[in-house]
């Protein structure tokens, strides 16, 4: 049986990536976690006692930590799911984010090749690194066009710029040492267990709540949707039958302005939840979801529109979403209604939806 290393696996992304391989492959799966604030062992409860899952808290970006995990259990993939992830935080404190996302990331690379010159030739043929990325690497579009594998980079946050800097060492390790890597640049990602900092579940439990859906700036940003799952399916069908030293983008083709995004949960949570039977709303007076619309300040720097040519990996792997995006956004906030317990576990302490990211202090 083979065994994969899923750093990050404790987060949003990488505990469905966990959950897919564990249901669909015969892979022993590894998860490597430092446990942030956004990563939470409430988020694998269900597949805890799986004989075929371990748990190693530890970071990426410690070279003792990643050469004892390795050392351990002699990985014949690994999956970087690991970072830093919110371009707000990435605006009050960016030091961390080159830690994990730039440092972390050469850590995993040294390892694996490390580990590489140790193992038989056929082993050797068949051990990759797929590494997670963003579409925000290629900077904001105009009102039309989309990224494409060939764009040239241009982060504007230093959330992409560090996961930039995080790409071109994958691609440096590809060609200088031969390093049989992968690489995706993936859109907006939404559905269960994401972190409630992140637009969609923010919304939803401010909507649940009777809280303001803070909208920033003119809601007129575009970005590109994609259901978790079927960006986990997408991994794996790369991790399967990528080239080694590609890179490929993954979209959902659902290209919404934020104002629109917030409009069609608001429909959605009136039909999960109806606003007249929300004490929350009564209690302020309002009638329906969208009377919580408020219009905030700007995020500095705000990428104005991202959207994702997809078509390599569908034309030469075959990827086929199975969402559509107004079904996949009702079935989140089902889900989202139905585990407010995971919600509050996961902001214990360490977050009340805040407007992070207003000031860019030195830290
Ligand atoms: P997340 O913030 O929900 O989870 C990140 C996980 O990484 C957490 O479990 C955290 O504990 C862990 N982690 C953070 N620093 C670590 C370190 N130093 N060592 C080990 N573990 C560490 O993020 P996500 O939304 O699941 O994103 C996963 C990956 O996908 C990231 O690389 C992100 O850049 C990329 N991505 C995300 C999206 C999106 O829409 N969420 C879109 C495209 C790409
Ligand atoms: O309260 C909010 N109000 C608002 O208008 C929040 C949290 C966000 N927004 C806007 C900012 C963006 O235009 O919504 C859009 C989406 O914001 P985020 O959820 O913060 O995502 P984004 O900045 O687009 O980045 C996400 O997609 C790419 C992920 O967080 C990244 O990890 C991923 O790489």
Redesign the pocket.
């Known amino acids: 049986m083979p065994t994969w290393i899923v750093?990050?696996?404790?987060?949003?992304?990488?505990?469905n990536f966990v959950r897919l391989a564990l249901a669909e492959t015969d892979a022993d799966v590894v998860v490597?976690?430092?446990?942030?604030?956004?990563?939470?062992l409430e988020?694998l409860a269900d597949v805890a006692e799986n004989p075929r899952f371990r748990f190693v808290q530890?970071?990426?970006?410690?070279r003792e930590t990643v050469a004892d995990v390795f050392r351990e259990h002699r990985p014949d993939a690994v999956l970087?799911?690991?970072?830093?992830?919110?371009v707000d935080r990435s605006i009050e404190g960016p030091r961390?984010f080159v830690?994990?996302?730039v440092h972390?990331t050469l850590e995993l690379l040294e390892a694996a090749r490390a580990l590489c010159t140790e193992l038989a030739p056929a082993d050797r043929e068949r051990f990759r690194l797929l590494h997670?990325?963003?579409?925000?690497v290629f900077g904001s579009l105009g009102a039309t066009g989309a990224f494409s594998e060939e764009t040239p980079y241009a982060p504007r946050s230093p959330?992409s710029a560090s996961?930039a800097g995080a790409d071109h060492l994958v691609a440096a390790w590809h060609e200088t040492f031969g390093l049989p890597t992968l690489l995706t640049?993936?859109?907006?990602?939404?559905g269960p267990?994401?972190?409630p900092e992140?637009l969609i579940p923010l919304m939803i439990l401010n909507g649940l709540e009777g809280k303001d859906l803070p909208i920033y700036g003119d809601g007129g940003n575009v970005r590109d949707w994609?259901h978790?799952e079927d960006?986990c399916r997408a991994i794996l069908l790369v991790l399967r039958r990528g080239r080694p030293g590609q890179s490929y983008n993954v979209g959902g083709r659902s290209e919404r302005t934020n104002l629109q995004v917030v409009d069609a949960l608001c429909e959605a949570l009136e039909s999960v939840r109806p606003a007249a039977e929300n004490p929350a709303l009564a209690a302020r007076g309002i009638a329906g979801y969208a009377g919580l619309k408020t219009f905030v300040t700007d995020r500095p720097g705000h990428d104005r529109r991202y959207a994702i040519d997809d078509s390599k990996l569908r034309r030469e792997l075959g990827f086929d979403p199975r969402y559509g995006f107004e079904e996949g956004l009702r079935a989140t906030v089902r889900w989202y209604a139905e585990n407010r317990r995971w919600c509050e576990q996961v902001q214990a302490g360490s977050y009340a939806r805040e407007r992070l990211g207003l000031e860019g202090a030195a830290k």
Do not use: R
């Open positions: 750093t990050g696996g404790a987060g949003f992304i990488g505990s490597l976690d430092k446990l942030t604030y956004a990563g939470n988020t530890g970071d990426i970006a410690s970087n799911f690991a970072a830093e992830s919110h961390l830690e994990t996302n972390g997670v990325s963003t579409d925000e959330y996961k640049n993936c859109s907006n990602n939404y267990f994401q972190y992140k994609l978790v960006h």
